[in-house]
């Protein structure tokens, strides 16, 4: 979902990084191949992803919501030597396509895919420290996600959210079940004074938050 007019976006796309070669073969056969392709990051939210994990320079990565895999092999871009991603998906039946991918990505040996319900194998993580946590999974258990992850998270770290304006209607008068949700979401961290937040407009909008 994009909220920017596609003029803007077009533009923005034009001058950022380019986007790699195996990225570009990932987003296409994502787009032929699977349900909902617009759930991918794409090509300018991917250049975000990866160039605030190059910022951060994270050693351990968790993300939530692995997809096909484009986001995980930006974010694991700016790892440092040494470094470990661990992302989690609910389908089982992505499996194959997510590690091909992985494998054909060069990161296959820095990436470890979990897949089943995130918050149980979120528990089973439970001693990660990490930099740099990325949630873009069912929306209904974002705050579950943070609340497990928060104190797994090293100050200083980051937490990336997607989709916190839900195509606009998180600041219009929807009132439907998802949109409270996320409307809420979003009013807890602006409340939470451990942390440090900003929504950026991207997409479908993403809330960087940092932790104090």
């Known amino acids: 979902m994009e909220i920017l007019d596609p003029a803007l976006q077009a533009y923005l796309d034009q001058h950022c990084e380019p986007e790699p070669e195996m990225l570009i073969t990932i987003n296409r056969e994502t787009n032929l191949k699977v349900l909902k392709p617009h759930m991918l990051s794409g090509h300018y939210q991917g ?3 990866s160039m605030l994990s190059k910022m951060l320079r994270p050693k351990c990565i968790l993300e939530i919501g692995t997809y096909t895999g484009y986001a995980t092999i930006c974010l694991a871009e700016g790892l440092v030597e040494g470094g470990e991603i661990h992302t989690i998906e609910v389908n089982l039946e992505m499996e194959e396509m997510i590690r091909k991918n992985f494998k054909n990505s060069g990161f296959e040996k820095i990436i470890f895919p979990h897949f089943g319900d995130a918050q149980h194998i979120m528990l089973e993580l439970s001693d990660k420290n990490y930099d740099l946590v990325f949630i873009d999974a069912d929306k209904k258990s974002n705050f579950a996600y943070y609340q497990l992850v928060i104190n797994q998270l090293k100050p200083g770290g980051v937490i990336i959210v997607d989709n916190v304006l839900w ?8 009132q439907d079940s998802d949109t409270r949700l996320i409307r809420e979401f979003n ?3 602006t409340a939470d004074d451990r942390v440090e937040q900003l929504i950026l407009p991207v ?3 993403i809330t960087v938050i940092r932790k104090k």
Do not use: C, H, T, W
């Open 47 to 49: 250049r975000l992803l």
């Open 167 to 174: 195509k606009g209607k998180v600041y219009s008068e929807a």
């Open 203 to 205: 997409r479908d909008g």
């Open 187 to 189: 009013n807890l961290i």
